[in-house]
């Protein structure tokens, strides 16, 4: 058996140490840090579709990806606002908004193969991880605004009516495009381990 059928594997792995090394920058306040990596795991997640399309998969590819978007768009999002908003409240915002990211995602892949691959229906869970990551970044003592991110887009997340553009999929034909982001994305993740 060819070992590129293991890519897509390796880096749903990569994106998974992602989401856990997002959830230990979270405990120690630095939710920069944890965006950085949360985009990190997004980008593996893109690429690992690629690779599972070129080159197939293992028979544990499907699942392995579910966990490893569960932690990465989940739980570490919901460590941030859990860190961030602190108490109970925190727990119980952060609890819900991984609970809609689990939901987003058991309802997608129940929805795979009956609508157009490049569009998603509703907002896909990384995006709705970067703005509630992006909300605690700018604005880290402000529970209310926290509240307000978490909320927007979960439920952005659940609206199957809206349509959203598959943006690997956008980029999936520029070989320039698809560098340039995997570039990008590195330069950030170094940038934010020195900052």
Known sequence: MALTRYLADSLSLGNLACGVAAIATAAHGRYDLSLLL???GATLDAFDGMA???FGGSPWGALSDDVADGVTNGLAPAA?????????EGLFIGGLFALFVVMRLVLFTLDLGQGDPGW??????PAGA??????????PHSPALLG??????????????ERWRHGARALGGSKTARYAVAALVVAMLVSGLFT
Do not use: E
């Not at 998603?120 to 869970?125: A, T």
């Open 38 to 40: 949360m985009m990190g």
């Open 52 to 54: 599972a399309r070129r």
């Open 80 to 88: 941030v606002l859990g860190f961030a908003i602190g108490g109970p």
């Open 120 to 125: 998603f229906r509703g907002l896909p869970s």
């Open 130 to 139: 970067v703005i509630v990551m992006a909300a605690a970044v700018l604005a």
């Open 148 to 161: 307000l991110a978490a909320g927007a887009s979960a439920f952005a997340m659940v609206s199957f009516s």
